[in-house]
Structures are given as C-alpha cells and as structure tokens.
C-alpha cells in the first residue's frame, strides 16, 4: 500500500467548506484513496473511497488529481460535530488490512 | 442493517491474565479484521479473518490470536497480559471482496494494571 502523507491539523470555521488534502505519490493503478474518520475514542467511520474519479456522497466529496498522486475531502459545511481525526488511506484492500498514518485532526471552530 | 457490534466495551485486568474480545461484524460479511490504538503507535493492524481461516496477519507477537465462527463471529485474545497491551482494540467488518469498504465497531478499551 501506498505511504500517504497529511497535515497534522487544520481548522476551519463553521459553515465553511472543509479541504483536507492528501499526498500519496507512490500510488499504483489498482489503489484505492479511502478516507475515514474518528471522532474522539469512537470506531473510525467510512465517509467516502475513490480509484479515480471524483466522487461524491451524503457526506463529503473526493478530489483525486489526474495523476492520482493526491487527492482532497471536501465536506461543504462544515459543522461542530465534524471536529475529528481524518485519515487518508491508499490501498489495495485485498486482505482488508489498512494501514493508517497519523491523520489531520480537523478543528471546527464555532 | 444493525452495525459491528464488540463486546465488552471496557474491561480492566492484571499483568499476565488472558482477555477474550467478541466483534460481531455486520449481517452479511464475512471477513473480520482487528486493529490495536495506542497514543504511541496509532492505528495497527493485528489481523484478518476470513470465513474462518486467518488471511492476513500484521507484526504482533504469538500472545495476540483469532479465531471466526461459522457465523462470522471473531473472538480475539490476547494471553500473558503486559502494561503495553492496554489499547483501544477495533474491529472491522466487510464482504471480504478486494475494494470493499470496512465498517468499524465502536471498539473494546481494555485496561491492564
């Protein structure tokens, strides 16, 4: 699996759009860019994986750069209760082992 | 769908004893996998169970071990407790199916004193 690289925190205002960018310059053609999240001691959740389109869903949206050497999550309005750890993952998946770096703990600031 | 379920949520336990962690994973999935936290070394991955055969394994000494069930339950133990092993363990559910997404339970924060 690919090394990803993320900004060890940010913040952002409340209402405000939320860009956490990813870089995974080693990336192979058959990896995908997963992210997660983790609230406070809570199980990571799911919020959104590409290989290499954009994609978008109820949560957030997924930029993946034409070279897929990096990616960026977008949650449009972001909200106190999206204050977290975001973790970029670029896996394979086979054998569903991730490997997690440290993540971006994103502040949303009231 | 109901969630991935682990059990106990908290447990506390003394150097050397042995600990059983459950994790039910999501209705459907067949492959289970279990994840230690530690402020030290983050989110690790311990190992991978498949319909019951372990598939993949991390870098864990032999005192962490799996097992699945027919029902894709997974039980995890850990024998001859240490300070270290105090953690936050995880476990993830999915199909199984290579690019399939994982789905995390709310974890078991295991205390050793």
């Given at each position: 699996d690919a090394?990803t690289?993320?900004?060890?925190?940010?913040?952002c205002?409340e209402?405000?759009?939320a860009?956490l960018?990813?870089n995974h310059s080693?990336?192979?053609?058959?990896?995908?860019v997963?992210?997660?999240?983790?609230i406070?001691s809570q199980?990571p959740?799911?919020?959104?994986?590409?290989?290499?389109n954009n994609?978008?869903?109820?949560m957030?949206?997924l930029?993946?750069?034409?070279?897929?050497?990096?990616?960026?999550?977008?949650?449009?309005?972001?909200?106190?209760?999206?204050?977290?750890?975001?973790?970029?993952?670029?896996t394979r998946?086979?054998?569903?082992?991730?490997y997690f770096g440290?993540?971006?703990?994103?502040?949303v600031?009231p | 769908?109901?969630?991935?379920?682990?059990?106990p949520?908290?447990?506390?336990?003394?150097r050397?004893?042995q600990v059983?962690l459950?994790c039910?994973?999501?209705?459907?999935h067949?492959?289970?996998?279990?994840y230690?936290?530690?402020p030290g070394?983050?989110?690790?991955f311990?190992?991978?169970?498949?319909?019951?055969?372990?598939?993949n394994?991390g870098?864990?000494?032999?005192?962490f071990?799996?097992?699945?069930?027919?029902?894709?339950?997974?039980?995890m133990n850990?024998?001859t407790l240490?300070?270290?092993?105090s953690?936050?363990?995880?476990?993830?559910?999915?199909?199984?199916?290579?690019?399939d997404?994982?789905?995390?339970g709310?974890?078991t924060?295991?205390?050793?004193l």
């Amino acid at each position: 699996d690919a090394k990803t690289t993320q900004p060890p925190s940010m913040d952002c205002a409340e209402g405000r759009a939320a860009n956490l960018p990813c870089n995974h310059s080693t990336i192979s053609g058959n990896e995908y860019v997963y992210w997660y999240r983790q609230i406070h001691s809570q199980g990571p959740q799911y919020i959104i994986h590409g290989l290499k389109n954009n994609e978008t869903n109820e949560m957030a949206s997924l930029i993946i750069t034409e070279d897929r050497k990096s990616s960026t999550l977008i949650l449009p309005h972001a909200t106190l209760r999206d204050t977290a750890v975001y973790y970029c993952i670029a896996t394979r998946n086979t054998g569903n082992q991730f490997y997690f770096g440290t993540g971006t703990s994103l502040t949303v600031i009231p | 769908k109901a969630g991935v379920t682990q059990t106990p949520r908290y447990l506390i336990k003394t150097r050397g004893q042995q600990v059983t962690l459950s994790c039910s994973p999501i209705s459907g999935h067949r492959s289970v996998s279990w994840y230690q936290q530690t402020p030290g070394q983050g989110l690790q991955f311990l190992f991978e169970y498949f319909s019951e055969t372990q598939r993949n394994k991390g870098n864990f000494p032999g005192r962490f071990s799996g097992r699945q069930f027919s029902n894709s339950r997974s039980e995890m133990n850990v024998s001859t407790l240490e300070l270290g092993d105090s953690a936050l363990y995880l476990c993830a559910s999915s199909s199984g199916t290579s690019g399939d997404t994982q789905y995390f339970g709310p974890g078991t924060r295991l205390t050793v004193l």
